[in-house]
């Protein structure tokens, strides 16, 4: 079965650095991934959907990355703000008509004043 | 739209007890998701619906748990009877086909804590 892969670690950074998160799937390449954001206490958030056709994707200050060779996808966030900490979440929502969505188990962003 | 609603946010019930977790989708989503997580096991997919008919229940833990959804507005997840290993937070979520541009949009949660 698809499994997603995110660094477990928090990732600390300092104000006005760009934070960039990784998340490694196994098995076959989707044909898109999603990226959400938690802030404690409350439900994700989508943020961005970038398809494997998509080398790269942007909002804002936010950008996604998507690399079928190596079976990974970046996040990255620039010129970071204290309010950007949350944890990041990856997913692949299925593939095939399936739509059995699986989630990384996120990693922590800390952006320091 | 006020988005996906869940009710209650938090539930403190007895090992034993009956628990009955409420859901709104948001209007025109297609398909409604069940989520639980922890610490331990981070997000899990429970079941999940398309135009309210369940498709895969294969994430749920056993029997004692059960969902519905009986129209497009409405859905819930029940634990019969309820044991401490189910405190966690359990949530909602819904979207329109998957995979056009939108993700899935998710309710607030409910905190079940079993004692």
């Known amino acids: 079965s698809q499994k997603i892969e995110q660094n477990s670690e928090a990732l600390n950074i300092q104000e006005g650095k760009t934070a960039t998160l990784t998340c490694n799937y196994t098995?076959?390449?989707?044909?898109?991934l999603q990226w959400y954001r938690q802030d404690p206490g409350r439900g994700p958030v989508f943020l961005l959907l970038?398809?494997?056709?998509?080398k790269e994707k942007r909002k804002e200050r936010l950008k996604v990355t998507f690399d079928t060779t190596l079976k990974q996808s970046l996040f990255h966030i620039t010129a970071s703000q204290p309010a950007d900490s949350a944890t990041y979440l990856c997913?692949?929502?299925?593939?095939?008509?399936?739509?059995?969505?699986?989630f990384g188990r996120g990693t922590s962003l800390i952006v320091h004043p | 739209d006020a988005g996906v609603i869940q009710s209650p946010r938090h539930e403190v019930t007895e090992m034993g007890q009956e628990v009955t977790l409420r859901c709104k989708p948001i209007?025109?989503?297609?398909?409604l998701f069940w989520y639980r997580q922890t610490m331990m096991r981070g997000l899990e997919l429970l079941i999940y619906?398309?135009?309210?008919?369940?498709?895969?229940d294969s994430g749920m833990p056993e029997d004692r748990f059960s969902a519905k959804m009986p129209n497009a507005s409405f859905s819930t997840l029940k634990i019969q009877p309820s044991e401490p290993r189910d405190s966690a937070v359990y949530f909602c979520?819904?979207?329109?086909?998957?995979?056009?541009?939108?993700?899935?949009?998710f309710g607030s949660g409910t905190r079940l804590t079993v004692v």
């Open positions: 098995n076959y390449s989707p044909a898109y």
């Open positions: 979520a819904s979207s329109p086909t998957p995979g056009q541009g939108e993700g899935y949009t």
């Open positions: 619906f398309n135009n309210n008919v369940p498709i895969d």
């Open positions: 970038i398809r494997e056709n998509e």
């Open positions: 209007s025109g989503h297609d398909y």
């Open positions: 997913a692949h929502p299925g593939t095939g008509g399936s739509y059995i969505p699986t």
